[in-house]
């Protein structure tokens, strides 16, 4: 039978356990989402993890080799698990329950989309609804073209105003053949830079118990 005292400890060891954060991670139609997979794995590392993936990315995710233990919402969920008034709506229950929200890859049609405020599928109906007291981060990837073209700055600008954090693309050997500007950030370098900032800003977590992110384990 536990003692008083094995209660306490055992209160003292559950209070030691690092609440985890509660990041939503999302994917659209840039080929870079073959990497979507790493991502998951990286970041349920150090957090909960949830995934959402458009219709277009979904040419490129693999749902079934993502962790067993992350859900992949696409928008056929949206409307499966809403048959009448009073269900829960998808979008809006993840976004209550996020954290924070990363988007990687982004593509030019999504970054479109949520600079101009559309919303008309899981992923950008979520973002229209962001509380942006939570952190946002998108990872955009696109070819080099559509990366210079005079709208990409402009929707930047847009999603900057609104306080999106940009980990910006890099300049390397594209998909396509083509070399420059536009591929997405490495799966390592977004983790750790959304680690950073989590570590720096402590989250205004969903969690019933708030722990000091400085609690969560360094990266390796
Ligand atoms: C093979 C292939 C690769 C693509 N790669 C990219 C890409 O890297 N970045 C991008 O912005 N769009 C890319 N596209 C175009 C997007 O998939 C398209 O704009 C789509 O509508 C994006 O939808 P979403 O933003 O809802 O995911 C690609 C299309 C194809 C067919």
Redo the contacts with the bound molecule.
């Keep these: 039978m536990a003692t008083s005292e094995t209660v306490q400890e055992n209160l003292a060891l559950d209070f030691c356990q690092p609440i985890r954060p509660r990041v939503l991670l999302a994917a659209?139609?840039?080929?870079?989402a073959i990497k979507f997979e790493s991502l998951c794995r990286s970041f349920s590392e150090w957090a909960e993890v949830r995934a959402v993936a458009?219709?277009?990315?979904l040419?490129f995710v693999d749902g079934k080799s993502l962790p067993s233990d992350i859900i992949l919402y696409t928008d056929d969920d949206e409307w499966s698990t809403w048959k009448k008034i009073g269900d829960e709506v998808l979008h809006i229950e993840l976004r209550k329950w996020a954290d924070m929200m990363v988007i990687a890859?982004l593509?030019?049609?999504?970054l479109a989309?949520i600079a101009g405020g559309l919303c008309d599928?899981l992923?950008t109906c979520i973002v229209r609804a962001w509380d942006y007291s939570k952190p946002l981060f998108v990872a955009p990837?696109?070819?080099t073209f559509?990366w210079n073209n005079p709208f990409t700055n402009r929707h930047l600008e847009t999603i900057n105003q609104l306080g999106i954090s940009l980990v910006p693309p890099i300049t390397k050997r594209l998909?396509c053949g083509d070399y420059g500007n536009g591929a997405m950030a490495e799966p390592s370098e977004i983790n750790s830079t959304v680690r950073l900032a989590c570590k720096r800003q402590p989250l205004n977590t969903n969690s019933s118990l708030v722990v000091p992110v400085s609690s969560i384990p360094p990266s390796s």
């Design positions: 659209s139609g840039s080929v870079a458009t219709k277009a990315s040419h890859p593509s030019a049609n999504s989309k599928n992923l990837a696109m070819n559509m998909a």
